[in-house]
């Protein structure tokens, strides 16, 4: 017995000792059990990138939202007179369809399922629920029906450049793990920047629990997706969106697009199409889920003309003052007419480009040969990509296959190009022959290190022509809209001279097979820049087929957004009509450290108006920064310390009033659009306190100002521009 139990109590001491060594019991580490027993924790949950508008405004970003999930299990319920589970389901359906997009008797069903559960939820129905909708929800006090917090994606704006920006959604895996994820447009191609990674904090606790003494708390950071900041500028794209939806409601047209960039980096400042969706509804998105500006490509007609005769003239092949027969050109069994169909007798070829003639196009082809124009198109990047950072961009095709194609290339039918295209090409004639590469992405950063993860630069691509046939061409451009041949009269805008094309192009039959025919089945078009002199937009507007009163033009709902546009974004830039013939320009220098007293009167002396936030003293902070060039009028802000006086705001543009802000630190709260009308704080006064300062801002339709000058005394309405009969 002795020698038994000996053995035994060796045997179990050695058991001890194994175990205590080497932490392991068949198979089993008894630590990380252990702790899996006693370790609890939960995730840190990432947000999902930001994506911004050149000046920091948000255009997409995670909110707050909430996730309905009904206990369908009678053992969640302890106490029968206080229910925990659905105990209606008829009822409960029929009051849950009153606040989540689903049919009541597909409620009913989840409420019912073929196989035991312990819970059920509603899908993307059930999913993005607000805190109103959530509180109306809990005040019906159904039992079972609870809510989780969830994050949405959520995109303040509305119908805002939303084939550009597209829309991302919750996808729910078979595990029933979750992640929003794009489905289209900037949210999709860029999904991999855009999504974060989720952290997760871990702590020890105790039966009921409590945090264990000495425990500590192990905390893995989440790391938040990628922030995209966009060239777009809010203000223009909001000046584009509203004057399409003016022009979308009146007209009805089949499709639109729209256009603004910056010709002298290429940055597209504003994108937008017809029909468009709400991207946090996708309520108005139907099958096309195309970007039309990069994806699509469309035959330009008239608008093209910009390019040919910009090829004659750089290559001394346009004689402005050389004339031609117009009416008709024969291209062997072929015959194109011009609009009117019998043209204007023998004109010059500076009124026949005036009057948007097709035969102008043709004759002046047999002047340069197909080999020159074909160059220059080349040189312009059409037939090719512009490498525009989106994806699926459509490359087009110059059609040269036989002889009629390329002389109604001359005229833009037959061959196609894609709006981005004709943007970048304009760029060339907007700025002194040098062609810049369009973008859409600024920057991109990591929000986590500030780490800046992507920064674009305006890319040049090329000079298809020199900077003198550059400005021989807006000074042609202009002449279209204020020449006394000029056909384009309607684009005429009050304090800006403009320079443009517009185009009447026939677009194909759904077949195919043709073309169709009548005034209210062509693409009206307008390629344009403003200043004339010295551009600082490119704006294309495509209307296609809009139902047209009796008395109407095409130009009608084309000049109706565009010239909405331009004038608005140019009284937001800050350029001044008064000062367009002419601009005077003066480099900043550097103020900082310098007395306020004294920049003062310089910058006066310049013709810059300063504004001084603080007192006089030393200057802390400046902006604009050194070395940007400003034109005369603009303002100049010096910050100094001490009590901030208020200025006058009147007139001031959302851009000025915004950076006043910023420099300041006071609270101002700013309602509305476009220039300063009121303010609730008199100029002069002297902040002292928290109050904040209301300056609500209109812009100028709202305020009543001048329309632009109607083009009421036309020779002759502009009809159809180009007319090709079938080879």
Not at 149 to 165: M, Q
């Amino acid at each position: 017995m002795f020698l038994l139990f000996g053995g035994l109590f060796l045997l179990l001491y050695w058991r001890f000792v194994s175990i205590q060594a080497t932490g392991v019991v068949k198979g089993h580490e008894l630590e990380t059990e252990a702790l899996s027993k006693y370790e609890s924790g939960y995730a840190l949950s990432a947000d999902r990138g930001k994506i911004l508008d050149c000046n920091e405004n948000v255009i997409a970003e995670d909110t707050l939202s909430y996730r309905l999930v009904a206990v369908i299990s009678d053992k969640a319920t302890e106490n029968e007179k206080n229910p925990r589970h659905v105990v209606d389901t008829a009822k409960t359906a029929s009051e849950l369809a009153k606040y989540i997009p689903m049919d009541e008797d597909k409620i009913y069903e989840r409420l019912n399922p073929s196989k035991q559960k312990y819970q059920v939820e509603f899908g993307l129905a059930g999913r993005g629920i607000s805190h109103d909708v959530k509180k109306q929800i809990e005040a019906l006090n159904l039992p079972g029906i609870i809510f989780f917090s969830d994050k949405k994606r959520y995109y303040p704006n509305g119908a805002f450049a939303s084939h550009l920006i597209g829309f991302a959604l919750r996808d729910t895996d078979e595990d029933g793990n979750s992640e929003v994820v794009g489905k289209m447009g900037l949210e999709s191609i860029y999904n991999k920047q855009l999504t974060g990674t989720d952290g997760k904090l871990t702590y020890q606790r105790d039966a009921r629990n409590y945090l264990l003494p000495n425990s500590s708390k192990n905390v893995q950071e989440a790391q938040h997706g990628n922030d995209i900041y966009l060239t777009l500028d809010k203000t223009i794209q909001n000046f584009l969106e509203d004057a399409m939806n003016r022009v979308n409601a009146k007209y009805s047209p089949q499709s639109m697009i729209g256009v603004v960039a910056n010709p002298k980096t290429g940055e597209i400042l504003a994108m937008s199409q017809r029909p468009t969706f709400n991207p946090d509804t996708r309520e108005g998105l139907d099958g096309n889920w195309l970007n039309d500006v990069v994806e699509n490509t469309i035959e330009p007609g008239s608008t093209f003309k910009t390019f040919t005769v910009a090829a004659a003239m750089d290559s001394g092949n346009w004689f402005p003052n050389a004339t031609y027969k117009s009416g008709q050109y024969t291209v062997y069994d072929d015959i194109i007419r011009d609009h009117n169909r019998y043209g204007w007798g023998t004109i010059s070829y500076l009124v026949g480009f005036q009057r948007s003639s097709n035969t102008a196009m043709t004759n002046l082809l047999d002047v340069m040969k197909w080999d020159t124009l074909e160059k220059y198109l080349d040189d312009f990047g059409f037939g090719q990509k512009t490498g525009i950072d989106l994806p699926n961009e459509a490359s087009g095709i110059i059609n040269s296959r036989y002889p009629i194609d390329k002389y109604t290339t001359t005229f833009g039918q037959g061959s196609t190009v894609t709006p981005i295209q004709l943007i970048q090409a304009l760029s060339a004639i907007a700025n002194d022959g040098k062609m810049m590469q369009p973008y859409v992405i600024d920057k991109i950063v990591n929000p986590n290190t500030g780490e800046i993860v992507l920064n674009s630069e305006p890319e040049e691509k090329g000079q298809p022509i020199t900077a003198e046939t550059a400005k021989n061409m807006r000074e042609l451009l202009a002449s279209t809209i204020y020449g006394e041949a000029g056909n384009a009269k309607r684009f005429q805008i009050e304090g800006y001279e403009v320079a443009g094309k517009t185009g009447t192009a026939q677009m194909p039959k759904a077949n195919g097979r043709g073309y169709d025919w009548g005034k209210n089945e062509f693409l009206y078009s307008f390629l344009g820049m403003a200043p004339a002199d010295d551009p600082q937009l490119t704006v294309y507007i495509a209307v296609a087929k809009p139902k047209l009163g009796a008395t109407e033009a095409g130009s009608d709902p084309v000049s109706q957004v565009f010239n909405s546009v331009v004038q608005n974004s140019l009284k937001y830039m800050n350029i001044n009509p008064t000062d367009v013939a002419e601009v005077q320009k003066k480099d900043v220098a550097n103020y900082v450290g310098k007395h306020s007293d004294s920049i003062v009167t310089e910058l006066e002396a310049d013709g810059l108006q300063p504004i001084l936030i603080g007192e006089s003293g030393e200057i802390t902070e400046q902006f604009p920064v050194q070395g940007k060039v400003l034109t005369k009028g603009s303002m100049v802000f010096l910050k100094t310390s001490g009590a901030i006086t208020v200025p006058s705001f009147e007139h001031w543009s959302l851009r000025n009033l915004l950076v006043y802000k910023s420099l300041s630190d006071l609270p101002i709260e700013i309602f509305g659009e476009g220039y300063v009308e009121s303010q609730s704080v008199s100029q002069g006064a002297v902040i002292s306190d928290g109050a904040p300062i209301v300056v609500k801002l209109k812009t100028p339709e709202e305020q009543h100002l001048t329309p632009p000058a109607e083009d009421m005394a036309l020779d002759e309405e502009e009809g159809i521009e180009e007319e090709q009969q079938p080879s």
